[in-house]
């Protein structure tokens, strides 16, 4: 029955995005047209769910909101969700403000963690994400600046291996205080830049070697080696884990989810039944 069911998932990454200035776009243009540009941009961004494994939660007004591990769990869910941002940057571009030509900009946060989730309502039930998880990712995104991708710590912990990401620093963050957040930049293409990347990292070490002898390589290497061949197998759709600390359930336990992709047409009626 719809508005009894819900369910705890640990390992879920959420997305927010927002159009930069949209309550300016609003007074300047007539509504049949800012109905058609919203229409075009949700258009697009329905689109990349597929390409990227990700659920279309919802959409209000102009914010775009989706997540990765829900209700069909993956280990893969940050890095759908982080690739998913990306292509939303690069997207955005083919849209402009119908009244100054202007390009659309696009603000995106994201954050990871565990949620509740669950289909509530009668009349025009849906299926919606609660917790402190989803305020958080909310609020990555209106913290934001415009064209850019703000993560939280617990999302980088899982990218950084991966992609690039710049240290922003502190920021007030409402109902949190101050968190130190990061800039999601681009997915990184080769080892060179993996063992040059994260120097605030104290598992970047070199040996010095005895004379005559090549110096040892940085015990980065073999995490950049890692991260190379998971973006192999995640092509292959079995995307490996880049992290051992990433998956617990608080007990310290590593809790390790079958891995397993959904499309964000997903019916409501396949969504109860995975419940």
Not at 101 to 110: A, L
């Amino acid at each position: 029955m719809y508005g009894t069911v819900s369910q705890i998932f640990q390992e879920v990454s959420v997305l927010f995005s927002n159009i930069v200035g949209f309550t300016d776009i609003c007074s300047r243009v007539k509504p049949m047209e800012l109905v058609t540009l919203l229409n075009d941009a949700y258009t697009i961004f329905d689109n990349l769910t597929e390409q990227y494994n990700v659920f279309k939660v919802e959409t209000i007004g102009d914010e775009y909101m989706i997540e990765s591990g829900a209700p069909i769990p993956t280990q893969a869910h940050a890095f759908d969700v982080a690739d998913m941002a990306l292509a939303m940057l690069n997207a955005i571009g083919q849209l402009s403000d119908p009244c100054n030509g202007e390009t659309i900009k696009i603000r995106i946060g994201m954050n990871s963690g565990p949620v509740v989730a669950g289909v509530v309502g009668l009349r025009v039930p849906r299926y919606c994400l609660f917790g402190d998880t989803v305020n958080t990712a909310s609020r990555m995104e209106s913290t934001g600046a415009p064209m850019t991708i703000q993560i939280t710590g617990a999302a980088r912990r899982y990218l950084k291996t991966s992609y690039i990401i710049e240290e922003r620093g502190l920021i007030s963050v409402k109902g949190k205080g101050k968190m130190k957040t990061y800039w999601l930049k681009i997915r990184r293409e080769n080892e060179d830049e993996d063992a040059e990347f994260d120097s605030d990292s104290s598992d970047s070490t070199i040996i010095p070697a005895p004379q005559g002898l090549a110096a040892q390589e940085p015990k980065t290497k073999d995490k950049c080696k890692d991260a190379s061949e998971d973006k192999k197998n995640r092509k292959e759709g079995k995307r490996a884990m880049v992290d051992n600390d990433m998956f617990l359930d608080g007990s310290g336990e590593d809790v390790l989810q079958p891995e397993t992709k959904h499309s964000s047409r997903t019916k409501l009626s396949q969504v109860c039944s995975l419940m």
